[in-house]
């Protein structure tokens, strides 16, 4: 079981990050991998304090690419979960504010 503090794991931003944080007042962590849903929405309430709406979950697969010299050696980088949360009305998290 993993505790409060290890159920987040870092902020994702990316283009698409940006835009659902400025527009669509959303915001994008890896998760560990055993974390639900309740679990994600009270870690973010209690570390960040504020209040939030809906949690989507997705499952991200492993990805494969090869060397460019050789092109047999295939390099495989690991799958992780991320969540994509929805934050109320005038809520907002600081670690976001000054990446746009």
């Known amino acids: 079981m993993t505790t409060l503090y290890d159920v987040l794991r870092r902020p ?38 504020v209040q939030v709406e809906w949690v ?12 460019w010299q050789s092109r047999r050696v295939l390099i495989r980088k690991p799958g992780y979960k991320k969540a994509i949360v929805q934050l109320a009305p005038g809520d907002s998290i600081d670690v976001f504010e000054g990446v746009r």
């Open 12 to 49: 994702i931003i990316t283009e698409k990050s940006n835009y659902q944080n400025g527009i669509l007042n959303q915001v994008v962590f890896e998760v560990a991998p055993d974390a639900n849903k309740k679990m994600i929405k009270e870690a973010v309430e209690v570390l960040f304090d």
């Open 56 to 67: 989507n979950v997705l499952n991200m697969p492993a990805k494969r690419s090869r060397r």
